[in-house]
């Protein structure tokens, strides 16, 4: 199981919907790799529905990456999540996750993701059935720390005697969404309870880390065996880097290409080209005329717009 063959601390980049695909994936591994990938969250009802083969993009890898891939699954059917995770183990995914933290309100009002927080009865027949499915694959969970108030105690309590590989905490309520700062002292709270309760369940931290050097600060401060970063890789595609360096326009105009490109193969016309968009402050940023260039980049229309306005912008 790779869960136990991972560096001490490790780091993992976070599942985020349209955000972490395959092509984004291959763009970090290649520029500064955590320890351990997931991909976007998958409906376990869209596998199981006739629009399956779209939901199957979600699922996409690259046969070549060198890094453990986690492949996580939402829904709130048990006999789903044992069928989606026996797929999962065919398809050669390292892992599988359980979203028992995504804050949307429609899919929690239908008992899904943050939806399951504090229904043991629900949790626990959907791990047990994911765990059916999954066969040799560790089985792990994303979670907050609560619904609409902070039940840590009472919530790992339940958690770490699912004899789980791994439980990633979002130090956050469902209700807090991202609007506050996330609450390290409740993930240390976790891992103390880890310590009693279930050694051998990994705990990693998530919310609120920019890059590695913040992470490292707070393993030191909670304990927490990994740390997951999500919104950081925004501000800075280097957040994984062991070193700290300075990096150019052009090598950063040379990463978007390369993005684009990868964007363009991998999914034709079946993505639509504004979900790239958000990816341009990544990597225009921070330099002289930078968000003029952002500018005029939001008002394109296709990857070859984007490549004749790069082109008239110095690479060396
Ligand atoms: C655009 C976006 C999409 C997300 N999609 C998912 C998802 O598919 N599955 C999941 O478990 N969490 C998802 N999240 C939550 C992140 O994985 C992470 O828990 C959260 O952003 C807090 O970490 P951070 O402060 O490092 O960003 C998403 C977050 C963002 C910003």
Redesign the pocket.
């Known amino acids: 199981m790779f869960w136990s063959n991972l560096p001490k601390p490790f780091f993992v980049l976070?599942?985020?919907?349209?955000?972490t695909d395959v092509v984004f994936r291959d763009v970090i591994e290649n520029v500064a790799p955590p320890d351990v990938f997931?991909t976007?969250?998958t409906s376990t009802d869209g596998l199981a529905s006739p629009g399956r083969e779209r939901v199957m993009e979600k699922l996409a890898r690259n046969p070549d990456s060198k890094y453990p891939l986690v492949a996580?699954l939402w829904g709130n059917d048990p006999e789903l999540y044992r069928q989606a995770a026996a797929d999962m183990a065919a398809m050669g995914f390292d892992g599988i996750d359980i979203?028992m933290?995504?804050p949307e309100r429609g899919i929690v009002a239908r008992g899904c993701c943050g939806g399951l927080i504090g229904c043991y009865h629900e949790a626990e027949a959907i791990i047990s059935a994911t765990k059916e499915g999954a066969g040799k694959l560790p089985v792990s969970v994303?979670t907050r720390i609560g619904l609409g108030s902070i039940i840590t105690e009472d919530w790992f309590n339940f958690l770490l005697k699912q004899n789980l590989a791994a439980i990633t905490v979002?130090g956050r309520t469902v209700r807090e969404m991202?609007k506050v700062p996330?609450h390290w002292d409740e993930i240390a709270k976790v891992v103390a309870l880890r310590n009693q309760l279930a050694p051998q369940t990994l705990i990693i931290g998530?919310?609120?880390?920019a890059d590695r050097a913040e992470g490292l600060a707070r393993v030191e401060e909670s304990g927490v065996d990994g740390i997951?970063?999500?919104?950081?890789i925004f501000h800075n595609i280097f957040a994984f880097d062991q070193q700290t360096g300075e990096h150019n326009q052009d090598e950063m105009i040379t990463i978007l290409l390369e993005h684009l490109d990868a964007f363009e193969q991998t999914w034709g016309d079946t993505k639509s080209f504004q979900i790239l968009k958000k990816f341009f402050k990544l990597y225009i940023n921070g330099w002289y005329g930078a968000a003029e260039l952002r500018a005029r980049l939001m008002d394109v229309n296709s990857p070859d717009e984007v490549r004749a306005i790069l082109k008239g912008v110095s690479v060396h």
Request: charged content about 25%.
């Open positions: 976070a599942p985020m919907d349209d955000v997931f976007e969250f996580q979203n933290g995504c994303k979002h991202s996330a998530n919310g609120d880390v997951m970063i999500g919104r950081g």
